[in-house]
């Protein structure tokens, strides 16, 4: 008795679409992974610290200085002048100002600190992008007023740290620029 083959056609595993669907999932992670370590090696996140024990450090230093300047009384305005060209800053203090009793002022330590800085340190400091962080030093022009180049700010809410050379003593604030024409850096207790 003669067998029936039925000869069934079978075709190249290459021209199957089910095998081109199957192993196109893995070789397209593969191109992702690819590009998204390209894209992250080429802009590393600043935001990340990999000193972060230093960074806390630094901060209870910062609040100490901070503390200073609650002591001292000191404030700060800042501001632009009217052609945009200058960045002017009136600084105050309770100590200065004389309007502490005499018996408070003998109470703080006031050894190292200098009513009347010749410099001050304005420290402008961008939110997300820090390639955009800088400092001014402000000279003084006068008793508590002192004034510096401005250069171009972008929009946006900076972060400003004001201190005297020495950085005995800290201001810290938000300065929405230029929806805000000027910024006044109280002495806060942190």
């Given at each position: 008795?003669?067998?029936?083959?039925?000869?069934?056609?079978?075709?190249?595993?290459?021209?199957?679409?089910?095998?081109?669907?199957?192993?196109?999932?893995?070789?397209?992670?593969?191109?992702?992974?690819?590009?998204?370590?390209?894209?992250?090696?080429?802009?590393?996140?600043?935001?990340?610290?990999?000193?972060?024990?230093?960074?806390?450090?630094?901060?209870?230093?910062?609040?100490?200085?901070?503390?200073?300047?609650?002591?001292?009384?000191?404030?700060?305005?800042?501001?632009?002048?009217?052609?945009?060209?200058?960045?002017?800053?009136?600084?105050?203090?309770?100590?200065?100002?004389?309007?502490?009793?005499?018996?408070?002022?003998?109470?703080?330590?006031?050894?190292?600190?200098?009513?009347?800085?010749?410099?001050?340190?304005?420290?402008?400091?961008?939110?997300?992008?820090?390639?955009?962080?800088?400092?001014?030093?402000?000279?003084?022009?006068?008793?508590?007023?002192?004034?510096?180049?401005?250069?171009?700010?972008?929009?946006?809410?900076?972060y400003v740290r004001l201190s005297d050379q020495q950085e005995n003593w800290l201001l810290k604030s938000r300065w929405h620029y230029p929806s805000e024409q000027q910024l006044v850096m109280p002495a806060t207790q942190k």
């Amino acid at each position: 008795m003669p067998q029936d083959h039925t000869h069934q056609q079978t075709t190249p595993w290459y021209k199957n679409r089910w095998a081109w669907l199957v192993f196109s999932i893995p070789l397209l992670t593969i191109v992702a992974g690819v590009i998204t370590y390209r894209i992250a090696a080429d802009n590393p996140h600043s935001l990340v610290q990999d000193d972060y024990f230093k960074k806390g450090l630094a901060i209870n230093l910062s609040l100490e200085k901070q503390n200073r300047a609650h002591e001292y009384g000191i404030r700060a305005r800042v501001s632009q002048d009217k052609d945009g060209q200058l960045l002017l800053l009136k600084l105050d203090s309770l100590i200065s100002s004389q309007t502490l009793p005499a018996k408070e002022v003998e109470k703080i330590n006031t050894t190292n600190f200098n009513f009347e800085p010749e410099n001050l340190l304005l420290t402008f400091s961008h939110p997300t992008q820090e390639k955009l962080d800088f400092q001014i030093t402000l000279e003084r022009l006068s008793l508590g007023e002192y004034a510096a180049q401005l250069p171009d700010l972008v929009q946006t809410f900076w972060y400003v740290r004001l201190s005297d050379q020495q950085e005995n003593w800290l201001l810290k604030s938000r300065w929405h620029y230029p929806s805000e024409q000027q910024l006044v850096m109280p002495a806060t207790q942190k």
